[in-house]
């Protein structure tokens, strides 16, 4: 199901910290209550290997998000306590010590089972036991929500287990939102910030590529 224009499910999730507080996050009321855009990204598993890159490029770029009044939460469906215990790991033994947003602990798969990311397939039912069968990790893939203040949905993406996403791409999307926000134009293709955008009809479009 595509969340793209809807409201971010209303639901509260655990939630750790950098201090090692454990709490109760709601996305989309964090958005709303803040009057803040939100970037969530989801990852599929503590102590792997493509996700602490991750994890340290979004640390990396927080200034950035910050600067666009932008909350970045991280989540996956971990408990609270093998987040804890990640962040206190060195980064150079695989660890995200220094991460400071904040992590949700998804454990009961509530959220991740309403956004429809988790990696299940094929569904059997076993008549012996009386029980269905998955095959799959029934962990999320790579998903990313970008959220307005109002608690709208503006992007989503989900990437399989091995491709790392790119930060700046994030940073593109939000200054391109924000434009539109501002300034009631569209974004064409490839658009970034102090670049040419138009308006949304027929001449917009002829102005825009008779110059591009």
């Not at 503590?46 to 340290?56: A, G, K, M, Y």
């Amino acid at each position: 199901m595509a969340f793209v224009g809807k409201k971010f499910p209303n639901i509260a999730v655990n939630a750790m910290n950098e201090m090692g507080d454990t709490f109760k996050l709601n996305v989309l009321e964090e958005a709303k209550k803040n009057n803040k855009k939100v970037l969530l990204f989801w990852y599929p598993k503590d102590f792997t290997f493509v996700c602490p890159t991750e994890l340290h490029a979004f640390q990396e770029a927080l200034s950035e998000f910050e600067k666009r009044d932008t909350i970045v939460i991280g989540a996956s469906c971990d408990t609270a306590e093998v987040h804890f215990a990640w962040l206190n790991t060195e980064k150079d033994n695989g660890g995200i010590e220094g991460v400071t947003y904040p992590l949700l602990a998804d454990s009961n798969r509530n959220l991740a089972n309403v956004l429809g990311i988790l990696d299940l397939t094929n569904e059997t039912f076993d008549e012996e036991t009386n029980t269905y069968l998955y095959e799959g990790d029934n962990v999320t893939y790579r998903a990313t929500y970008l959220i307005d203040e109002e608690g709208t949905v503006f992007h989503e993406s989900i990437n399989h287990m091995p491709l790392g996403r790119n930060v700046n791409e994030y940073l593109r999307l939000i200054d391109a939102y924000a434009h539109v926000q501002k300034n009631g134009e569209v974004c064409p293709a490839n658009w970034e910030e102090g670049k040419t955008a138009m308006t949304a009809d027929r001449k917009g479009v002829a102005d825009y590529l008779s110059l591009n």
